[in-house]
């Protein structure tokens, strides 16, 4: 069992920046590939960014393919996203998921509750 906890989240305007945190406990941090991942009102949940367990694999959705990076830090527990050249669409409520390593790319099975961010135009 993986226990997830976002923070960094908040109001900015539109070209600032964030970064988000997602700090993990309750089992070896390294046995698990992470993801982003963000619900915007009214919309589904959609995926943000994914970085390998190793850290030396990422990829991101189109829309934030070189303003977002993704990456973690083994000794921390911790996987950011940084945030940059943030627009209006880009509100919404982040999460962090877990994927155990090996697992298939949709099986997230471990959720924080989230962190709200919200880009004002």
């Known amino acids: 069992q993986v226990q997830l906890a976002e923070s960094g989240g908040g109001l900015v305007q539109s070209g600032g920046s964030l970064r988000l945190s997602c700090a993990a406990s309750?089992?070896?941090?390294?046995?698990?590939?992470m993801g982003w991942f963000r619900q915007a009102p009214g919309k589904e949940r959609e995926f943000v960014a994914f970085i390998a367990w190793s850290g030396r694999s990422t990829s991101y959705r189109d829309s934030v393919t070189g303003r977002f990076t993704i990456s973690r830090v083994i000794a921390n527990n911790t996987v950011y996203l940084q945030m940059n050249s943030l627009k209006p669409e880009d509100t919404a409520v982040y999460y962090c998921?877990?994927?155990?390593?090996?697992?298939?790319?949709?099986?997230?099975?471990?959720w924080g509750q989230g962190t709200r961010v919200t880009v004002s135009s």
């Open positions: 309750g089992h070896t941090f390294s046995n698990y590939d």
């Open positions: 998921a877990a994927r155990v390593r090996g697992a298939p790319p949709t099986k997230y099975d471990f």
